[in-house]
Nanobody, 124 residues
Framework: QVQLVESGGELVQAGGSLRLSCAAS????????WGWFRQAPGKEREVVAA????????YYADSVKGRFTISRDNAKNTVYLQMNRLKPEDTAVYYC?????????????????WGQGTQVTVSS
């Protein structure tokens, strides 16, 4: 059975950093693109970052460009999201997801496996 498990979310002060991890088990996903999404209270889920299968091409939402970095370690079947200079508006539940494609996508309908989410709270 495929499982995606996120970790690394916690309470942090504005300006701080966090590193989220998403470990996949049950299968190897080295040929799939991956994405990180987030959902804040009362808002729709939105894409944060995505990475293609070989990590050559990445995508970032405008709101996180220059502050967040997505990366992957195919040998460990793990995807990361390094978040720097965090802002209160980054507060949300963060989800990792596996894409059905090899190239990155900002469309959540292209993702078929999702983690349970990890809470990130940024205090002002």
């Amino acid at each position: 059975q495929v499982q995606l498990v996120e970790s690394g979310g916690e309470l942090v002060q504005a300006g701080g950093s966090l590193r989220l991890s998403c470990a996949a088990s049950g299968r190897t996903f080295s040929i799939n693109a991956w994405g990180w999404f987030r959902q804040a209270p009362g808002k729709e889920r939105e894409v944060v970052a995505a990475i293609n299968w070989n990590a050559v091409i990445t995508y970032y939402a405008d709101s996180v460009k220059g502050r967040f970095t997505i990366s992957r370690d195919n040998a460990k079947n793990t995807v990361y999201l390094q978040m720097n200079r965090l802002k209160p508006e980054d507060t949300a539940v963060y989800y990792c997801a596996k894409s059905i494609r090899t190239t990155y996508s900002a469309d959540e309908h292209d993702y078929d496996y999702w983690g349970q989410g990890t809470q990130v709270t940024v205090s002002s």
